[in-house]
């Protein structure tokens, strides 16, 4: 019984540890945040669909997509890591995937609907 006690005591102290330690490293700079939106908004050039992709619009799953030109994709990824930095997000079910499209040169996205995210 003892050493559950012991076992139980060194998890939570391991997990509070942990917690710490990825809280430590979250580096989110608020300035380079706000670069990088700006960034995809100057980003959204086109001439036809296939031009664009959907790529994070913030640091976290919940923030969202924004459609670009893919062209830039891998440069705002860049960005992205560089502004937010690694540390964690809250989990949670965020429905925030968007269909892409290019409408009069500028790509658009709109929100998948509910249905696309279950298996039919």
Excluded at 28 to 48: H, I, P
């Amino acid at each position: 019984m003892k050493k559950l006690t012991v076992f139980a005591v060194l998890c939570a102290l391991s997990a509070i540890v942990s917690g710490c330690a990825s809280t430590a490293i979250h580096t989110k700079d608020a300035e380079l945040v706000a670069e990088y939106q700006q960034a995809l908004l100057e980003s959204k050039a086109c001439e036809t669909d296939a031009d664009c992709v959907a790529i994070a619009k913030g640091c976290c799953l919940c923030d969202g997509q924004e459609a670009v030109n893919k062209k830039f994709q891998n440069e705002l990824d860049i960005q992205r890591e560089k502004a937010c930095g690694v540390g964690p997000c809250t989990l949670q079910m965020c429905y925030t995937d968007i269909d892409v499209a290019c409408i009069d040169n500028i790509c658009t996205g709109t929100l998948k609907p509910m249905s696309s995210y279950f298996a039919e």
